[in-house]
């Protein structure tokens, strides 16, 4: 059963984080969070992570993350009902209220006004009718994954990363902010703290170029959410989307009875 009163109260306190996020112009327009979830709600986040075995290997760009004894250093679990619901009971509960929470139109409404200069720079005046289809991610990297500066792919509208680490003893495996010099190389420009309840966002535009450097064997576990607005807009996208989410749902299946 939906805890649609927990649903609504974590909503509305992510809303708050996006409203008060720090706003950054470089190198690239995007926002800084300090404070994403409650601190009780975080507390729980941290005694209740799911296990590896939970989770499937990452697909697109971290897909080839694979070491040598076929452990992938990138897995997810979406966090969509038909995902979670094999999840232990008190687990799952946690995480159906966040997932649920993050995808609701109060949060997507709240990142759309926030994130307006560079959403409208892409998609113009009409920016805010342009449709996004949110998917929450909970994301696992393991010592090996790293990732090389790229942009994101057009079909992603808003990139959300918020970190979950238990403590701030590793502060410095955070996401990197690229700029372009004039000569069009890349230069490391910020570097987004591994912290505690934080996080950033970005509109995907043609120069947010970003990038994670090898996670070393000090590290047991680099664990985030990863909120994507995907666009949502026109015959394509939409199937897309829609046919992804099947898709997947149909492997994950598959893979439980394989692992049953």
């Known amino acids: 059963m939906v805890d649609r009163a927990a649903v609504k109260a974590l909503a509305a306190h992510v809303v708050a984080s996006v409203e008060g996020a720090r706003a950054v112009e470089r190198p690239f327009y995007h926002l800084e969070f ?3 979830f409650p601190d009780d709600v975080y507390e729980r986040i941290v005694g209740n992570k799911p296990v590896y075995e939970d989770y499937r290997p990452m697909s697109g760009r971290s897909k080839g993350h694979v070491r040598d004894d076929g452990t992938a250093t990138r897995v997810k679990i979406d966090l969509f009902p038909e995902y979670i619901r094999v999840l232990p009971q008190p687990k799952r ?12 139109a109060e949060v997507q409404n709240a990142f759309v006004r926030r994130l307006a200069k560079p959403l409208e720079k892409r998609f113009g005046t009409k920016f805010a009718d342009t449709g996004f289809y949110p998917i ?7 010592p090996g994954y790293e990732i090389a500066p790229h942009t994101d792919t057009r079909w992603k509208g808003v990139t959300v990363q918020f970190y979950l680490p238990a403590d701030d003893n590793h502060t410095n495996v955070g ?3 690229h700029g372009v010099k004039p000569d069009g190389t890349l230069q490391k420009e910020a570097q987004m703290p591994f912290a505690r309840n934080s996080g950033y ?5 043609t120069d947010t170029w970003h990038s994670a450097d090898p996670v070393g064997r000090e590290i047991d576990t680099r664990d985030s959410i990863l909120l994507t607005y995907f666009v949502d807009s026109g015959l394509l996208p939409i199937l897309k989307n829609r046919t992804k989410r099947i898709g997947n749902f149909v492997r994950n299946e598959v893979r439980q ?4």
């Open 34 to 36: 300090s404070h994403v």
């Open 93 to 104: 509960e946690l995480w159906d209220v966040i997932g649920r929470a993050l995808c609701s």
């Open 201 to 205: 966002a970005f509109a995907v535009g």
């Open 136 to 142: 929450p991610i909970l994301t696992r990297d393991i």
């Open 257 to 260: 009875l394989t692992r049953g």
């Open 175 to 177: 996401t990197i902010f």
